[in-house]
């Protein structure tokens, strides 16, 4: 079994394995990587290889799951590249509920993760504006009306930051929430100002990064997480996008990250997805604040809560937000023209 994280019994997966009729097993072993609060493991059987889930905590409302499966299951009927999920044997239900967990079973796609080329870059754009075509007339149901432009939330958490009762050195993170707050404000008037709220909103992804995919000769092989649906204007689903294809890291410490993102990777992401869906120039010219603003959004609600993000100082991972926050609102000029190309 994998070091770390939550793991299954054997007694769970004899219960779980035996709600599909998939053969005899043949082997099972664990695959590491992604969240560590939802175990996963490889099932061969004398049917096939599948990739057994079990959902976190905290993300295992049965609602939620079952629309976003249903989502699936729409984009598969379209030819869209998603993972296929496997019913139960009795109830044929593809989120199996037992002992307070969730569980998903799905057939095993084989794939490499994203490599950073141009090819790639784009590829997973036009799959991005396909998705969102989509996904444009589909019901919204069950997913939260939410988005990170704008936000109460955002705001509250980067006051937190900024107070005695934050765990972080009080007087420098007073000066970098502080200065945040401005970027934030300011980035959030600008977006509003170009028509926001006339925008038309559907489901959109949420969480469009490269630890999302696997790719397969260049092209996307299966689209791996739901988790994070929600209705929005699918414009802040691309500026979150551009942002995580984009941002420019590599180096344990953020102090040693640079200010600059990859602006090869932003005009390439935005042109493949402009090949497949139009935007309007107000859009355009909307995205470089988006992506202070979901950059600024991402990151203050664990270090408000935590002091940390993930593993990292907050009070580091901050400043170094701040310093691209910074790049992104001095280049504009020069970005934005790119964008329109």
Same mark, same amino acid.
């Given at each position: 079994?994998?070091?770390?994280?939550?793991?299954?019994?054997?007694?769970?997966?004899?219960?779980?394995?035996?709600?599909?009729?998939?053969?005899?097993?043949?082997?099972?072993?664990?695959?590491?990587?992604?969240?560590?609060?939802?175990?996963?493991?490889?099932?061969?059987?004398?049917?096939?290889?599948?990739?057994?889930?079990? /959902?976190? /905590?905290?993300?295992?409302?049965?609602?939620?799951?079952?629309?976003?499966?249903?989502?699936?299951?729409?984009?598969?009927?379209?030819?869209?590249?998603?993972?296929? $999920?496997?019913?139960?044997?009795?109830?044929?239900?593809?989120?199996?509920?037992?002992?307070?967990?969730?569980?998903?079973?799905?057939?095993?796609?084989?794939?490499?993760?994203?490599?950073?080329?141009?090819?790639?870059?784009?590829?997973?754009?036009?799959?991005?504006?396909? !998705?969102?075509?989509?996904?444009?007339?589909?019901?919204?149901?069950?997913?939260?009306?939410?988005?990170?432009?704008?936000?109460?939330?955002?705001?509250?958490?980067?006051?937190?930051?900024?107070?005695?009762?934050?765990?972080?050195?009080?007087?420098?993170?007073?000066?970098?929430?502080?200065?945040?707050?401005?970027?934030?404000?300011?980035?959030?008037?600008?977006?509003?100002? $170009?028509? !926001?709220?006339?925008?038309?909103?559907?489901?959109?992804?949420?969480?469009?990064?490269?630890?999302?995919?696997?790719?397969?000769?260049?092209?996307?092989?299966?689209?791996?997480?739901?988790?994070?649906?929600?209705?929005?204007?699918?414009?802040?689903?691309?500026?979150?996008?551009?942002?995580?294809?984009?941002?420019?890291?590599?180096?344990?410490?953020?102090?040693?990250?640079?200010?600059?993102?990859?602006?090869?990777?932003?005009?390439? !992401?935005?042109?493949?997805? /402009?090949?497949?869906?139009?935007?309007?120039?107000?859009?355009?010219?909307?995205?470089?604040?988006?992506?202070?603003?979901?950059?600024?959004?991402?990151?203050?609600?664990?270090?408000?809560?935590?002091?940390?993000?993930?593993?990292?100082?907050?009070?580091? !991972?901050?400043?170094?937000?701040?310093?691209?926050?910074?790049?992104?609102?001095?280049?504009?000029?020069?970005?934005?023209?790119?964008?329109?190309?």
């Amino acid at each position: 079994m994998p070091r770390g994280g939550v793991q299954f019994s054997s007694e769970e997966l004899v219960c779980v394995l035996s709600h599909y009729d998939i053969g005899v097993i043949l082997r099972i072993k664990p695959l590491s990587g992604g969240n560590r609060r939802s175990p996963k493991m490889v099932v061969i059987s004398e049917q096939g290889k599948y990739l057994l889930k079990r /959902r976190p /905590r905290g993300k295992d409302d049965l609602a939620r799951v079952v629309f976003a499966h249903e989502i699936q299951r729409h984009l598969e009927e379209n030819d869209f590249p998603v993972t296929i $999920l496997l019913a139960t044997r009795k109830r044929h239900e593809t989120a199996l509920r037992l002992d307070h967990h969730i569980y998903e079973l799905f057939e095993f796609v084989s794939g490499s993760r994203y490599d950073g080329s141009p090819e790639e870059t784009a590829e997973a754009a036009r799959q991005l504006a396909r !998705f969102h075509r989509l996904m444009a007339d589909y019901p919204h149901g069950q997913p939260p009306i939410n988005c990170y432009h704008d936000s109460s939330a955002v705001r509250r958490h980067l006051k937190t930051i900024g107070t005695n009762r934050s765990a972080l050195p009080s007087q420098k993170m007073r000066v970098t929430s502080d200065t945040l707050m401005r970027l934030y404000n300011d980035s959030s008037i600008c977006v509003s100002e $170009l028509g !926001f709220d006339s925008w038309p909103r559907q489901i959109i992804h949420g969480d469009w990064h490269p630890g999302n995919m696997l790719f397969s000769r260049h092209k996307i092989a299966a689209l791996l997480d739901f988790d994070s649906i929600r209705v929005a204007s699918p414009v802040t689903d691309l500026a979150n996008a551009m942002l995580q294809f984009s941002i420019v890291s590599g180096r344990p410490n953020p102090n040693d990250w640079p200010d600059y993102f990859d602006e090869d990777k932003l005009a390439r !992401f935005i042109k493949g997805y /402009r090949s497949v869906a139009e935007l309007d120039k107000n859009k355009l010219d909307a995205l470089v604040d988006l992506m202070i603003e979901t950059m600024i959004a991402e990151a203050v609600l664990p270090i408000a809560a935590t002091g940390f993000f993930g593993h990292l100082s907050g009070t580091d !991972f901050l400043d170094m937000i701040l310093r691209k926050a910074k790049w992104l609102d001095k280049h504009r000029d020069k970005l934005i023209p790119t964008f329109c190309w």
